[in-house]
């Protein structure tokens, strides 16, 4: 019960910090001292004590975008185990549903996004689903690699069953997995080297420019909503990358929070030493990503 208890306080209330944790780190790297590491908690009290304004050509898409988003994400939080611990929601096939989940997160935000009639958000929903079609292969690689080397199709087992040992006896595919889904990671929450979520030229938006229309309590849910996939698909990403367990149960989940904590630092780092990619770079890389993960499971299925 009480690592029910954590799970969700974890998953409700850190996401926001990794966005502060990146952006203090970006700020360090450039000289300057930055906004506080609470910001982005600031930023979502003041929208949600704000009113919506909605556009009278849209329709309910356009409302229930941001609120289907933000749920399937958190039912997709529910899924995955943090750190040495099991998820609250565990079943076989599981992860099919997960991901799943947040493709159906996508369609609405995309839809949302078409439903303004803007021809600048219609880009923004073709560049996303465009690129999307390219992750979700590797994403989808690496989950069959850990369900062979599992012999499991539970994201429980899956995620918790890698160790040292595992790293000792297929460190080269480990490290094919790990590479990959870093860059899924980073492909997935729009962040540098793929999009920037800081700037609103045409020429560099994705995400973003999906959600230039909404404000008020509808934007913070998507805000939000972004912090907690970049949590969950970081959550994945460390179970993989730092397999550490210390024994005891309050060890794990500190050491769970210090490697979400670095892993916030990492993307940080890559943020502030990369440029964003030119559009036509993109499918490369994402194709490159894919090309790692298979190779990682035909390793494993030799």
């Given at each position: 019960m009480t690592d029910t208890i954590i799970h969700f306080s974890l998953i409700l209330l850190m996401p926001p910090l990794l966005l502060g944790i990146i952006g203090k780190t970006k700020a360090a790297f450039a000289g300057r001292v930055g906004a506080p590491f609470l910001q982005p908690y600031y930023d979502l009290v003041k929208l949600l004590q704000k009113g919506s304004v909605f556009s009278e050509t849209t329709t309910w898409i356009f409302r229930a975008g941001p609120v289907v988003t933000l749920a399937a994400t958190l039912?997709?939080?529910?899924?995955?185990?943090?750190?040495?611990?099991?998820?609250?929601?565990?079943?076989?096939?599981?992860m099919i549903l997960f991901a799943y989940l947040f493709g159906l997160s996508r369609f609405f935000t995309t839809a949302a996004a078409l439903d303004t009639g803007s021809s600048f958000e219609g880009m923004g929903a073709a560049r996303e689903v465009t690129f999307s079609c390219l992750v979700e292969p590797t994403l989808f690689f690496a989950l069959i690699s850990l369900a062979r080397m599992s012999k499991s199709l539970t994201l429980s087992t899956m995620l918790t069953y890698t160790s040292p040992d595992i790293w000792i006896t297929a460190g080269a595919s480990m490290l094919l997995l790990v590479g990959a889904l870093f860059i899924t990671l980073l492909a997935e929450n729009c962040r540098i080297p793929f999009d920037d979520p800081n700037t609103h030229l045409e020429l560099t938006m994705i995400h973003e420019v999906m959600v230039l229309d909404h404000s008020g309590p509808?934007?913070?849910?998507i805000l939000y909503g972004a912090a907690m996939k970049l949590f969950v698909l970081g959550a994945i990403f460390m179970n993989i990358a730092l397999p550490a367990r210390t024994g005891s149960s309050l060890g794990d989940w500190g050491v769970f929070v210090v490697g979400m904590v670095l892993l916030a630092v990492l993307i940080g780092v890559v943020e502030s030493i990369m440029a964003r990619l030119r559009l036509i770079r993109i499918p490369q890389?994402?194709?490159a990503a894919t090309i790692l993960s298979a190779f990682a499971m035909l390793l494993i299925l030799r």
């Open positions: 039912v997709a939080a529910t899924l995955v185990p943090l750190g040495n611990h099991s998820a609250p929601v565990s079943f076989t096939g599981d509808a934007f913070g849910y890389l994402l194709i």
